[in-house]
């Protein structure tokens, strides 16, 4: 148990198919964050909200819509995605955005864009 | 921007020996955060360590911060079959909640 949950844990979508991506976090903090793990390459920030307030968009694609309806949940929604997205999609949280806050991951999303 | 690597990419020891991976910064770390990832598992935070220099021990790990705080390094002393997967420092970036990962270090333990 990580304190911070996401569903569903694999996903094989289609390139025309719209899905989306739960996390909440049981944790009591602030900030959320998106993070995207392909093969061989480092973890790549994608969002970040602090107070459900985005204030980080990593330069990701249009096809990636994050929500934050409240600080404990999180979603990515999906929509018109290319193969080279298949990746393990990991949602974080920390206390605050301060830049020594530690980060709790989730257990990831495995998605497969076909 | 900036960039952390770390080395090596893999690494392969028997059960037993020491395992050390080094992490480098291109710019100056206010902090620099250590963390584990198991095979099919996700991250698990590991340290921070902040300080100049600082050493700081883990039962069989042990964590430094470099001197100008620009690089830092894991060792851990007779590895065990347990402390497979990979290790990925992480250090702030130029804003809020910007943590850059390097690229992690795989390593595999043999028995």
């Known amino acids: 148990e990580t304190g911070v949950t996401q569903t569903p844990r694999h996903l094989v979508m289609g390139m025309t198919n719209k899905k989306s991506l739960k996390c909440e976090q049981h944790l009591g903090h602030n900030a959320m964050y998106w993070y995207k793990q392909s093969a061989k390459k480092p973890l790549e920030l994608m969002f970040v909200y602090n107070f459900k307030e985005q204030t980080e968009n990593n330069s990701v694609p249009s096809r990636f819509s994050p929500e934050c309806p409240n600080s404990s949940h999180l979603f990515l929604h999906l929509h018109t995605l290319q193969p080279e997205d298949s990746a393990l999609y990991l949602c974080?949280?920390?206390?605050?955005?301060?830049?020594?806050?530690?980060?709790?991951f989730g257990e990831g999303s495995r998605l497969t864009v076909l | 921007g900036q960039q952390v690597m770390q080395i090596p990419q893999y690494q392969h020891v028997q059960e037993g020996e020491d395992f050390t991976t080094y992490c480098n910064s291109s710019?100056?770390?206010?902090?620099i955060q250590w963390y584990k990832q198991r095979p099919g598992g996700h991250p698990v935070f590991l340290i921070q360590?902040?300080?100049?220099?600082e050493v700081k021990k883990q039962k069989r790990l042990t964590f430094q911060f470099g001197e100008a705080k620009k690089n830092s390094s894991l060792h851990i002393t007779a590895t065990q079959t347990t402390d497979v997967g990979t290790y990925f420092c992480a250090g702030p970036g130029t804003s809020y909640g910007k943590l850059t990962f390097g690229q992690g270090t795989i390593l595999t333990v043999h028995p």
């Open positions: 710019t100056t770390l206010s902090n």
């Open positions: 974080a949280s920390s206390s605050t955005v301060m830049l020594t806050g530690e980060l709790f």
């Open positions: 360590l902040v300080k100049s220099g």
